[in-house]
């Protein structure tokens, strides 16, 4: 089968750079190894500090209203984070003071929402927190089983009956100025946060939970979707196995479901991410990048992989595949000129591009732009 | 080997992140709060199961081995494969009266083939469908694959010579359904790949692939059927020829189930046992054309069955389906229909199974296609019972718009 | 200041107990069946020493039959007791001694023989039935002998002595530091502790306080200016993710370094490495990367498919031996124990030293402790311990429990059953909240740990594991940490503290993991990074 580019990975920037492509009519194939890190976004473009108005026309036109606010925004244990550029349900604050007092509403028996840790937070910051448990009988076939309690299972009852939940709260409500409430609203239809803070009397604030990430999900639904109505052909629960080389060029890639089928391209772009998802691998003696054998940046010596302190940085975030400035894929100390990488299988952030979301997007256009610019000469 | 340069373990699930992935794509657990969900009767129990198989849970057979877990892990755990492993070594319950029947879908098609315009009128009628429920607990609202008076193989069987003719020749495993219950859809397979100068002949033996068995704790049974069919395609296949399907679902489990849950070892023939469409797509991909009809016109929506999904193969019907020309095409948005083979004719299922289905139907409806397409039998039951659009499989609609 | 201690004075007891080890949760259960009032002093959690450190095997005693026929004898005998009376934390899996082709052949011999005289059932099997029994096992074995061994739960073991002393009266302090002893000219009286969470200083007295130190034995013994002198010889141990066995496998030679593969709960263990270590190192011992690869490689002699299966945890242990002569091992040195009585030993009255010693035979240093402080104090009470069962271990297997409370038990139930032991049935509730699982991988439910913090005295998140195996998965505590940080902090309503625990936790978590940080240990690693740093803001 043969396309213009094939992307290796489904993830962010793998999904950010096919629908680029795809918009500029580019045929694309993305091989996608299972789900990906959007099931744990946070809602906030980690690193993208400026008003990337091209990111924002980008996902609007994917469906994806985001909102930019440089300020700080409130982490699910408490804490407040600097953020700028969120999804439409993500809160940002211009400082930590949101208001002067809190009502935090929790469901009964859900434990993947920290109520007790956001009141300390916010109490921190000055403001009086009161928390308020609300049993809805619809959840009790959840509550009965035990692993039920879960955001995705929740968001799937409580979305239809948003507006029962919205009436539940104004009860709960004495003199507060602000409601958090847990981030299991709009699995699918991303309007229903929007409409519950619409009906609420005071400012609600939705606060993340344990993964998986409701709004992370339905942002990978919608960017998936987004690719498939591009025409883009997305392999899902295939990955890539082996490359087939001609003259320092790629050819072709062959992947577990298609047996000897290569996928064949013009450019390929890795964007298999790091070892969650085995972009990188890693055994006592080495960390490889399994698909085209990459020059890897590592130290040999495995104690340097580590910091025996947790909460410190640890090294082996940052090893990644070697690339050129304009992000093409080195092996051997060569450079391939149809290979790029983008995203974290370079490593856990980059010098120009940023981290976390801010990393994906950002190089994903970086090598778009480019290949679309060479087809045009 | 180095120590510990790689690490393995059954179907992986040792690579399992507790990412938790998989159970916001279970479609089970989306309408079943007994079903503890793929993570924790996959990987997380096998765990427990191997210290004491006392710890093996029941609820596991509320898994209807759809797969769609295993399309959605990020580390490559076959979730799928390890719940009905499990089921398979542990429980040793023997299957209800009711199960062994609807796992029987070559035995009863061959019961019913003779008698089939009295078994459709029967089985049609409000009050067989009341008896069955009673009795057999098959939910009474479900409606049941027809069946047909003349089976396939009788039908190639007449044409063997002219098939013989062809240079070329593809082995097809019709599958009960073709044989059974839709002979037509054989015959377009046969009117498809004569056009492309192939040949269709039929295995020296068949037998029903068996996953309805293998999901309905008769996997001995399955593995006698393994057997049979693995044999007969390594002779096909030493012959040269390529096995097609054009059942997802069988081509699933003759490539994957069999060595993976039944311990059948079809190493040597696993690649060329394919999907139809891919054997067609590849085909013209080397050159060879169909000619199509001018006036061919049709808005089709295309539904991946989950099998499909698991198999990665979705791309070479959608592609096939793209190249007619006057297709209006749509591909619907990656969703369980509810039906998994026979899981949805149990009483026990159909809320779940009707409620599985719904935003897939729901796209449908919206989309309001002339005609579904789609690679599975099962599927195509559920979609047309439930919303009332006809269902054609991707070779029918290539066969429909040839010249 | 001394005081008559049959007051009812709330600080005076007839024993102090220093040391939440096995000995000291043994010793302090003996003293409360015969009517003692105790004290039992942790100045961290239990069994956080050699106890919690080390295979959890359950010793048939083979293993010292050729070297140590007296501690062989004693394994023996208490291993009968202890499946008796400890039922629900001994999974009775036997165990098997296996020759390999590189292994001395006559060695079996000797090793039967011996064993056959220390009164150990040792049976040499046909090498093909070893090998149908344990699929994993070196296929190249020349040669088998089933033995009693089997696994044990030290946390499970230690937590339940502590829980029959406290229903019998006793108290127990965790969290708690000896800072110093109360004498009076050459008599103890008493000791000065420090609480380390909330900071609190506070005295208690008794008329025997019993040193169950471990490793530290040495140090508390030198604070009431008395000699001990002990041999402190580190063990290091892997994890793996999951049991490959189905019995103890061990090396049919004379014991050596990874010889040992035990099937503990939904793990395995394989051990050990012994070295010498000083005295003051015994704090904080960590895994060598030397250490990693032999254990690895010998432990794949024993079941070839460790080599390729994923390592949840390398951890290291402090054998506390009696030092005798020199022996860079400690190989050779008895894993017999003494009780040092203070009195007639360094003329220091009020105190005795239970050193040395075994998991499997703790049972028997507690009686014989308990049986010198009775004499001392008057008390003729004969020792129970034998033959009264922990609660928990009253009805036998966990299938029978699991059946009696629920009929038809769910898998959490089940496993419930398997940890907890009749205990469980305060989990059978008709509360819809309490069968919510906080750990997915070793299903531990919401009940399961409220309970460990209202009655087994759980304030940190490492003490909910070692009463539950909460994150003691393969994921090492990802998502339950949190779940139970919640949990805690509703029960001591100090986010601050449970905050700072939640970061111990992953910490100590951690140490375990980043010796063997590759592969899947390595992509788990760098998820949990990703949650606790980016999605939920630690």
């Given at each position: 089968?043969?396309?213009?580019?094939v992307?290796?990975?489904?993830?962010?920037?793998?999904?950010?750079?096919?629908?680029a492509?795809?918009?500029e009519?580019?045929?694309?194939?993305?091989?996608?190894?299972?789900?990906?890190?959007?099931?744990?976004?946070s809602?906030?473009f980690?690193?993208?500090?400026?008003k990337?108005?091209?990111?924002?026309?980008?996902?609007?036109?994917?469906?994806?209203?985001?909102?930019?606010?440089?300020?700080?925004?409130l982490?699910?244990l408490?804490?407040?984070?600097?953020?700028?550029?969120?999804?439409?349900?993500?809160?940002?604050?211009?400082?930590?003071?949101?208001g002067s007092?809190?009502?935090?509403?929790?469901?009964?028996?859900?434990?993947?929402?920290?109520s007790?840790f956001?009141?300390?937070?916010?109490?921190?910051e000055?403001?009086?927190?009161?928390?308020?448990?609300?049993?809805?009988?619809?959840?009790e076939?959840?509550q009965?089983?035990?692993?039920?309690?879960?955001?995705?299972?929740?968001?799937?009852?409580?979305?239809p009956?948003w507006?029962?939940?919205?009436q539940?709260?104004?009860?709960?409500?004495k003199?507060?100025?602000?409601v958090?409430?847990p981030q299991?609203?709009?699995?699918?239809?991303?309007?229903?946060?929007g409409?519950?803070?619409?009906d609420?009397?005071?400012?609600?604030?939705?606060?993340?939970?344990l993964?998986?990430?409701?709004?992370?999900?339905?942002?990978?639904?919608?960017?998936g979707?987004?690719?498939?109505?591009?025409?883009?052909?997305?392999?899902?629960?295939d990955h890539?196995l082996?490359?087939?080389t001609?003259?320092?060029?790629?050819?072709?890639?062959?992947?577990?479901?298609?047996?000897?089928?290569?996928l064949?391209a013009?450019?390929?772009?890795?964007?298999s991410?790091?070892?969650?998802s085995?972009?990188?691998?890693?055994?006592?003696?080495?960390?490889?990048?399994?698909?085209?054998?990459l020059?890897?940046?590592y130290?040999?010596?495995?104690?340097d992989?580590?910091?025996?302190k947790?909460?410190?940085?640890?090294?082996?975030?940052?090893?990644?595949v070697k690339t050129?400035?304009?992000?093409?894929?080195?092996?051997?100390?060569?450079?391939?000129?149809n290979?790029?990488?983008?995203?974290?299988?370079?490593g856990v952030s980059?010098?120009?591009?940023?981290?976390?979301?801010?990393?994906?997007?950002?190089?994903?256009?970086?090598?778009t732009d480019?290949i679309?610019?060479?087809?045009?000469? | 080997?180095?120590?510990?340069?790689?690490?393995?373990?059954?179907?992986?699930?040792?690579?399992?992140?507790?990412?938790?992935?998989?159970?916001?794509?279970?479609?089970?657990l989306q309408?079943n709060?007994?079903f503890?969900?793929?993570?924790q009767?996959?990987?997380?129990e096998?765990?427990?199961?191997l210290?004491d198989?006392?710890?093996f849970?029941?609820?596991?057979?509320?898994?209807m081995?759809?797969?769609r877990?295993?399309?959605a892990?990020p580390?490559?755990?076959?979730?799928?494969?390890?719940?009905?492993?499990a089921?398979?070594?542990?429980?040793?319950?023997?299957?209800?009266?009711r199960?062994?029947i609807?796992?029987?879908?070559d035995?009863m098609g061959?019961?019913?083939?003779?008698?089939?315009p009295?078994?459709n009128?029967?089985t049609?009628?409000?009050i067989?469908k009341?008896?069955?429920?009673?009795t057999?607990?098959?939910?009474?609202r479900?409606?049941?694959?027809?069946?047909?008076g003349?089976s396939?193989?009788?039908w190639?069987?007449r044409?063997?010579?002219?098939?013989a003719?062809f240079?070329?020749?593809?082995?097809y495993?019709?599958?009960?359904?073709?044989?059974?219950n839709?002979?037509?859809?054989g015959?377009?397979?046969?009117?498809?790949?004569?056009?492309?100068g192939v040949?269709?002949?039929?295995?020296?033996?068949?037998?029903?692939?068996?996953?309805?068995?293998?999901?309905?704790g008769?996997?001995?049974?399955?593995?006698r059927?393994?057997?049979?069919?693995?044999?007969?395609?390594?002779?096909?296949?030493?012959?040269?020829?390529?096995v097609?399907?054009?059942?997802?679902?069988?081509?699933?489990?003759?490539?994957?189930?069999y060595?993976?849950?039944l311990?059948?070892?079809?190493?040597?023939?696993?690649e060329?046992?394919?999907?139809?469409?891919?054997?067609?797509?590849?085909?013209m991909e080397?050159?060879?054309?169909?000619?199509?009809r001018?006036d061919?016109?049709?808005?089709i929506?295309?539904?991946?069955?989950?099998?499909?999904?698991?198999l990665g193969?979705?791309v070479?019907?959608?592609?096939?389906?793209?190249?007619?020309?006057?297709?209006?095409?749509?591909?619907?948005?990656?969703n369980?229909?509810?039906?998994a083979?026979?899981?949805?004719?149990?009483?026990?299922?159909?809320?779940?199974?009707?409620?599985?289905g719904?935003?897939?139907?729901?796209?449908?409806?919206?989309?309001d296609?002339?005609?579904?397409?789609?690679?599975?039998?099962?599927?195509k039951?559920?979609?047309?019972m439930?919303?009332?659009?006809?269902?054609?499989?991707?070779?029918?609609?290539?066969?429909?718009?040839?010249? | 200041?001394?005081?008559?201690?049959?007051?009812?004075?709330?600080n005076?007891f007839d024993?102090i107990?220093?040391?939440?080890?096995?000995?000291?949760?043994?010793t302090?259960?003996d003293?409360?069946?015969?009517?003692?009032?105790?004290?039992?002093?942790?100045r961290?959690?239990?069994?956080?020493g050699?106890?919690?450190?080390n295979?959890g095997?359950?010793?048939?005693?083979?293993?010292?039959?050729?070297?140590?026929s007296?501690?062989?004898?004693?394994?023996i005998?208490?291993?009968?007791?202890?499946?008796?009376?400890?039922?629900?934390?001994?999974?009775?899996?036997?165990?098997?001694?296996i020759?390999?082709?590189e292994?001395d052949?006559?060695?079996?011999?000797t090793?039967?023989?011996?064993c056959?005289?220390?009164g150990i059932?040792?049976?040499v099997?046909d090498?093909?039935?070893?090998?149908?029994?344990?699929?994993?096992?070196?296929?190249n074995?020349?040669?088998a002998?089933?033995?009693?061994d089997?696994s044990?739960d030290?946390?499970?073991?230690?937590?339940?002595?502590m829980?029959?002393?406290?229903?019998?009266?006793?108290?127990?302090?965790?969290?708690?530091?000896v800072?110093?002893?109360?004498?009076?000219?050459?008599t103890?009286?008493?000791?000065?502790?420090?609480?380390?969470?909330?900071?609190?200083v506070?005295?208690?007295y008794a008329?025997i306080?019993?040193?169950?130190?471990?490793?530290?034995?040495?140090?508390?013994?030198?604070?009431?200016?008395a000699?001990?002198?002990?041999?402190p010889?580190?063990g290091?141990?892997?994890?793996?993710?999951?049991?490959v066995n189905k019995?103890?496998?061990?090396?049919?030679?004379?014991?050596?370094?990874?010889?040992?593969?035990?099937?503990?709960?939904?793990?395995?263990?394989?051990g050990?490495t012994?070295?010498?270590?000083p005295?003051?190192?015994?704090d904080?011992?960590?895994?060598?990367?030397?250490?990693?690869?032999?254990?690895?490689?010998e432990?794949?002699?024993?079941?070839?498919?460790?080599?390729?299966?994923?390592?949840?945890?390398a951890?290291?242990?402090?054998?506390?031996?009696?030092?005798?002569?020199k022996?860079?091992?400690g190989?050779?040195?008895?894993?017999g124990?003494?009780?040092?009585?203070?009195?007639?030993?360094?003329?220091?009255?009020?105190?005795?030293?239970i050193?040395?010693?075994?998991l499997?035979?703790?049972?028997?240093?507690?009686?014989?402790t308990?049986?010198?402080?009775?004499?001392?104090?008057?008390n003729?009470?004969?020792?129970?311990?034998?033959?009264?069962?922990?609660?928990?271990?009253?009805?036998?297997?966990?299938?029978k429990?699991?059946?009696k409370?629920?009929?038809?038990?769910?898998?959490?139930?089940?496993?419930?059953?398997?940890?907890?032991?009749?205990?469980?049935?305060?989990?059978?509730?008709?509360?819809?909240?309490n069968?919510?699982?906080?750990c997915k991988?070793?299903?531990?439910?919401?009940?399961?740990?409220?309970?460990?913090i209202?009655?087994?005295?759980?304030?940190?998140l490492?003490?909910l594991r070692?009463?539950?195996?909460?994150?003691?998965?393969?994921?090492?505590?990802?998502?339950?940490?949190?779940?139970?940080?919640?949990?805690?902090?509703?029960?001591?309503?100090?986010?601050?503290r449970?905050?700072?625990?939640?970061n111990?936790f992953?910490?100590?978590?951690?140490?375990?993991?980043?010796?063997?940080?590759?592969?899947?240990?390595?992509?788990?690693?760098e998820?949990?990074?990703?949650?606790?740093?980016?999605?939920?803001g630690?």
């Open positions: 089968m043969r396309f213009d580019t992307i290796i990975g489904g993830g962010l920037a793998g999904l950010t750079a096919g629908i492509l795809q918009r009519g580019k045929s694309t194939a993305i091989i996608s190894t299972g789900q990906n890190a959007l099931h744990f976004f809602g906030s980690e690193s993208v500090v400026e990337n108005e091209r990111m924002i026309d980008f996902f609007a036109k994917a469906g994806i209203p985001l909102h930019y606010a440089p300020g700080v925004r982490m699910p408490g804490s407040f984070r600097p953020s700028a550029l969120c999804l439409e349900d993500t809160d940002i604050f211009p400082t930590a003071k949101v007092k809190v009502l935090i509403v929790n469901f009964m028996g859900y434990h993947d929402f920290f007790t956001l009141a300390e937070g916010l109490e921190k000055g403001m009086q927190c009161r928390i308020r448990l609300l049993d809805l009988p619809e959840l076939p959840l009965r089983s035990p692993g039920g309690m879960r955001s995705v299972q929740m968001a799937r009852i409580l979305d009956i507006e029962k939940f919205v539940e709260v104004r009860l709960l409500i003199d507060e100025d602000i958090v409430i299991v609203f709009g699995l699918k239809d991303p309007s229903t946060p409409l519950i803070r619409e609420l009397p005071v400012r609600a604030i939705f606060a993340g939970t993964p998986p990430s409701v709004p992370g999900i339905r942002t990978q639904q919608l960017l979707r987004n690719y498939e109505r591009l025409g883009g052909t997305y392999l899902k629960g890539a082996r490359a087939l001609k003259d320092n060029r790629i050819i072709g890639v062959s992947t577990k479901n298609l047996d000897r089928h290569y064949k013009d450019t390929f772009i890795l964007a991410g790091s070892y969650f085995k972009g990188l691998r890693s055994n006592p003696f080495e960390i490889t990048e399994p698909v085209f054998d020059d890897v940046n130290s040999p010596e495995r104690s992989w580590y910091n025996p947790f909460a410190a940085d640890q090294p082996y975030m940052h090893y990644g050129d400035e304009n992000l093409h894929a080195i092996k051997g100390g060569t450079v391939i000129q290979l790029y990488a983008i995203g974290s299988v370079m980059h010098p120009r591009f940023g981290f976390g979301a801010g990393l994906a997007i950002r190089s994903a256009f970086h090598v480019q679309v610019q060479e087809s045009k000469v | 080997m180095k120590i510990q340069e790689y690490t393995q373990s059954k179907y992986n699930f040792e690579e399992c992140m507790k990412c938790t992935v998989c159970t916001a794509y279970c479609p089970v309408v709060p007994l503890p969900g793929p993570k009767c996959g990987p997380d096998e765990r427990l199961r210290k198989p006392y710890f849970n029941t609820a596991l057979k509320y898994c081995n759809c797969k877990c295993e399309v892990c580390s490559g755990v076959n979730v799928a494969a390890l719940i009905q492993s089921r398979i070594h542990y429980d040793h319950t023997p299957p209800k009266v199960d062994r609807l796992a029987s879908t035995f061959k019961m019913a083939r003779p008698v089939a009295v078994v009128a029967v049609g009628l409000g067989t009341t008896v069955l429920d009673a057999l607990k098959i939910d009474h479900r409606s049941f694959p027809r069946y047909s003349s396939f193989t009788a190639l069987k044409h063997r010579k002219e098939q003719a240079e070329e020749q593809a082995a495993f019709h599958g009960c359904y073709v044989n059974y839709h002979p037509q859809l015959k377009d397979l046969v009117k498809v790949l004569n056009a492309l040949g269709v002949q039929l295995l020296e033996k068949e037998k029903c692939c068996g996953i309805a068995m293998i999901v309905n008769m996997s001995a049974r399955a593995a059927n393994a057997s049979v069919n693995i044999a007969s395609i390594r002779k096909a296949v030493d012959k040269g020829l390529k097609l399907s054009t059942s997802s679902t069988c081509v699933l489990t003759l490539r994957d189930e060595p993976e849950l311990g059948i070892d079809n190493d040597s023939v696993r060329d046992i394919l999907l139809a469409t891919r054997f067609i797509f590849e085909r080397a050159g060879a054309t169909l000619h199509f001018p061919y016109h049709r808005r929506a295309y539904h991946v069955p989950c099998h499909l999904e698991k193969w979705g070479f019907s959608e592609r096939l389906l793209r190249r007619i020309p006057g297709v209006e095409f749509t591909l619907l948005d990656s369980c229909c509810g039906i083979g026979t899981y949805g004719f149990k009483k026990e299922n159909y809320e779940a199974a009707q409620n599985i719904a935003p897939l139907f729901d796209q449908i409806r919206s989309v296609p002339e005609v579904v397409a789609c690679d599975c039998e099962t599927c039951w559920q979609i047309e439930s919303t009332g659009y006809p269902v054609m499989n991707p070779i029918s609609i290539l066969a429909e718009a040839l010249e | 200041m001394i005081k008559n201690t049959h007051t009812m004075n709330p005076e024993v107990i220093i040391g939440g080890g096995i000995t000291g949760a043994g302090q259960r003293c409360a069946m015969r009517g003692l009032k105790t004290l039992l002093i942790e961290s959690d239990i069994a956080t050699a106890t919690g450190r295979h095997l359950l010793h048939s005693g083979a293993r010292y039959a050729v070297n140590d007296e501690s062989a004898e004693e394994c005998r208490e291993n009968r007791i202890l499946r008796k009376i400890a039922a629900h934390c001994i999974d009775e899996t036997g165990g098997l001694f020759t390999l082709p292994d052949p006559e060695y079996q011999n090793f039967v023989e011996s056959l005289r220390a059932e040792a049976e099997i090498p093909e039935l070893a090998r149908r029994w344990e699929p994993t096992v070196n296929q074995l020349t040669g002998v089933k033995v009693p089997a044990i030290p946390f499970r073991l230690c937590a339940a002595n829980l029959d002393a406290k229903l019998r009266g006793g108290q127990v302090r965790l969290h708690t530091t800072t110093g002893f109360i004498k009076e000219g050459d103890v009286r008493g000791v000065h502790t420090r609480n380390a969470q909330t900071g609190q506070n005295d208690f008329r306080i019993v040193n169950a130190g471990g490793v530290w034995a040495q140090e508390i013994a030198a604070m009431a200016g000699q001990i002198s002990l041999y010889a580190k290091s141990l892997l994890i793996f993710a999951h049991r019995h103890v496998i061990n090396r049919c030679r004379k014991p050596s370094n990874a010889d040992i593969l035990v099937p503990g709960d939904t793990v395995c263990i394989v050990t012994s070295s010498r270590i005295l003051d190192a015994c904080e011992v960590a895994v060598t990367p030397e250490e990693v690869n032999l254990l690895i490689t432990g794949s002699k024993l079941a070839p498919v460790l080599s390729s299966t994923r390592i949840l945890r951890y290291a242990g402090v054998r506390p031996l009696i030092s005798t002569d022996d860079d091992s190989r050779n040195i008895t894993r124990f003494v009780i040092l009585d203070h009195e007639s030993r360094d003329g220091i009255k009020g105190l005795v030293s050193c040395g010693g075994k499997t035979t703790y049972r028997l240093m507690a009686e014989k308990t049986d010198l402080l009775c004499r001392k104090l008057g003729e009470k004969k020792c129970m311990t034998a033959v009264s069962p922990l609660p928990g271990s009253e009805e036998g297997s966990y299938e429990v699991a059946q409370i629920w009929e038809t038990p769910s898998t959490a139930q089940k496993a419930a059953a398997f940890r907890m032991g009749t205990r469980a049935f305060r989990m059978r509730s008709s509360d819809r909240w069968d919510a699982l906080v991988c070793e299903e531990v439910s919401v009940g399961e740990i409220n309970g460990a209202e009655r087994m005295d759980a304030s940190t490492t003490d070692r009463r539950t195996r909460l994150g003691m998965g393969p994921c090492q505590g990802e998502f339950c940490a949190c779940r139970a940080a919640g949990l805690l902090a509703a029960s001591h309503g100090c986010i601050d449970e905050r700072e625990d939640l111990q992953l910490q100590e978590r951690w140490k375990g993991n980043f010796p063997i940080g590759w592969g899947d240990t390595l992509r788990e690693a998820y949990t990074q990703w949650v606790y740093k980016f999605v939920l630690l």
